[in-house]
């Protein structure tokens, strides 16, 4: 996983007081992830990483914005309103009790949300992605009408065999 915009905290600063943070993500920070679900978008994370009780690090966050992906029907981009709120729990190697989302080592000063952003925005686009009725591109309804109406035909052709 690579990206242009990391949107690092500050662990030694994490580990004494809290550290609010706010990254704004455009269509290159989901292009150089490396991913294929999400083609752009226009994202603003705010939140703060703190220290915990146990010796982690809790970073909350609200993600807010739109993202562009692909119509499982007509397969041109659409943009869907994103809304999330998540944690991430970032631990150095021996501390912590409760299960980290991530490891680090006691020499990482910093630590880059990029991944656990996109997994959180990712995760609560819906399973079915499609235009509302009418707004799918016609030529390729109409390809697509074309194309299922000739397997239905030949399909018919080989009951009849």
């Given amino acids: 996983m690579g990206s242009i915009v990391p949107l690092n905290i500050d662990l030694a600063k994490a580990f004494v007081q809290p550290q609010p943070f706010e990254f704004k993500l455009d269509s290159a920070f989901f292009e150089a992830l490396d991913q294929e679900e999400i083609q752009g978008g226009d994202i603003v994370v705010s939140g703060e990483a703190r220290p ?3 010796g982690m690090i809790e ?4 993600v807010k914005g739109n993202v562009q992906v692909s119509c499982d029907r007509c397969l041109d981009l659409l943009d869907f309103p994103v809304e999330v709120e998540d944690r991430t729990l970032i631990a150095t190697e021996g ?23 996109y997994q959180a925005i990712e995760l609560n686009l819906p399973l079915v992605r499609i ?3 009418g707004q799918c ?7 697509i009408h074309t194309e299922t109406s000739a397997e239905d035909d030949e399909a018919d052709k080989e009951d009849f065999e």
């Fill in 59 to 62: 970073a909350v966050y609200h």
């Fill in 95 to 117: 501390q912590g009790t409760a299960e980290p989302d991530y490891v680090v080592s006691p020499r990482q000063r910093e630590f880059d949300l990029a991944w656990a952003v």
């Fill in 52 to 54: 915990r009780h146990d």
């Fill in 131 to 133: 235009h509302p009725d």
């Fill in 137 to 143: 591109n016609p030529e390729m309804l109409a390809y």
